[in-house]
Each structure stands twice: as C-alpha cells, then as structure tokens.
C-alpha cells in the first residue's frame, strides 16, 4: 500500500521542488519525507519551535491567526506552489501563526537542519526561497487589504480562485463555517455570497461540496487582489 501511494506522488509535484537545480534537488531527495496531511491536522502551533519544513503536493494548509476571544482569520494559504517553514530560515524558529490542513491531500517533509544547510551555501536554494518569502508576504499582505476594502462576494471568489490554482479539480470540499472562517467572516455572509454565485451558474454548492462551473465567470466577480497574488508568484519563481 505504501508502495503504491508513493507511486502517484513524486516531489516535483511541488513547484518550489521542481525549480531546484538538479545537483540541489538529489542531495535532498533521499530526505524528503512522504506524508499524509489529513484535514484538520495542525503542523505547527503558533510559538512552537520548527522542527521541519512541508511542501504540500496535494494538500492546501491555511496559515491563520487565532486571537485570544477564539476567533482566527487565514492570513495566507500554501500549497503545491510553496512550503510552510520559512521562520526557520528567516532566523525566527517560530511564528506568531499556526499551520492547519485546510484540504487533505499529500505533502513532503524535510528535517529543519538540513534545510539550513542548504540555505546556509548561499546559494540557488537560497535565493529561491527568499523569492518565495516575498511571493508570501505579497500574498498576505494583499489579504489583508481585500478583508478591509473589498465585499464578502469578491473575497470569496479571490479564496475559491487561489485553492482551485492548487487543485486537480474544479470541485472543493469545504463548509461555509470553515470558509467564514477562513475569511474572518460571518457565516450569513458567506451564505448570501455562495448564494449570489450560484443563482449565477457560477458555483454549485451542496452539502459542503462546491463545484466551479464557470471560472471566468469567477474571476470577472473578484476583486484585483487574486491577480495581484497570481501575477507576483509567477513573476517571482518562474520568470527568469
């Protein structure tokens, strides 16, 4: 059995992992760790110590900020386009945030200190991921100006957009109350905007099942901020 999931999932899937120079990428590979990321599953606490960092292939994990009342808000989410762990060699070793699997899927583990080693050469390794950190921040930046300025409607297609970008489907699983979560937003929010997008033949949404129908019709409702996140992403770890 584990065999066989080992063989539908390859590290490359990752895109952070797939931009690495060969030579990089094959002292690695025998250290990266093939693990399930179920739903749910916290792979760090906010003020833990890092231990690893994670390049999700198949699952989505939500960086979010629980405030001292219980109330929490994603500030960014990561998937096969990135890794979680960027503290360590930011010389923090913890972060304010905690790291949730928002979608269940797949993803790979390396241990902390031999990430450091890596960075540490000063290198191809290092100048990507300290692209990837800006790519971040740009994204969690821009989140925190859709959630002040923009309609529950246009942050909810900007999330649907940015999880469907790291997805092999068009269908999401996911509850409003786990989406207004996400969002910092009433759960009635989140109800009359799916509502709003499926009248529109959008989005299909049953049972905490939503189906993408029309993805430009997604992008024509959401605000700028999906393009902004998508366009620095792309500007910063795949144009040359």
Not at 3 to 10: C, D, E, K, T, Y
Not at 113 to 119: S, V, Y
Not at 120 to 146: E, N
Request: some cysteine.
């Amino acid at each position: 059995m584990v065999a066989l999931i080992s063989a539908r999932h390859v590290p490359h899937q990752n895109h952070l992992l797939s931009a690495l120079p060969a030579e990089i990428f094959e002292r690695l590979s025998p250290h990266l760790e093939l693990i399930p990321m179920p739903l749910g599953e916290v792979l760090y606490e906010s003020g833990g110590q890092l231990q690893h960092v994670y390049f999700p292939t198949t699952a989505i994990v939500s960086l979010h900020y629980v405030m001292e009342n219980g109330a929490s808000a994603e500030v960014a989410g990561v998937g096969n386009e990135g890794m979680l762990g960027i503290s360590l060699f930011m010389g923090g070793n913890t972060t304010p945030s905690c790291a949730t699997v928002q979608t269940g899927g797949y993803g790979y583990r390396l241990k902390g200190r031999l990430m450091m080693e890596e960075f540490d050469h000063a290198g191809p390794m290092m100048r990507l991921m300290l692209r990837y950190t800006q790519a971040l921040m740009t994204q969690m930046s821009q989140t925190a100006v859709c959630n002040r300025h923009h309609t529950v409607e246009q942050q909810l297609c900007r999330w649907l957009l940015l999880t469907l970008d790291r997805l092999y489907s068009h269908e999401l699983t996911m509850t409003q109350e786990l989406i207004a979560c996400m969002l910092g937003v009433r759960r009635e929010g989140i109800t009359e905007a799916a509502g709003n997008l499926q009248r529109a033949d959008l989005i299909s949404y049953r049972r905490g099942h939503i189906t993408v129908l029309d993805r430009l019709g997604l992008e024509s409702r959401s605000c700028e901020c999906y393009n902004v996140v998508k366009k620095e992403f792309h500007r910063l770890l795949y144009d040359e």
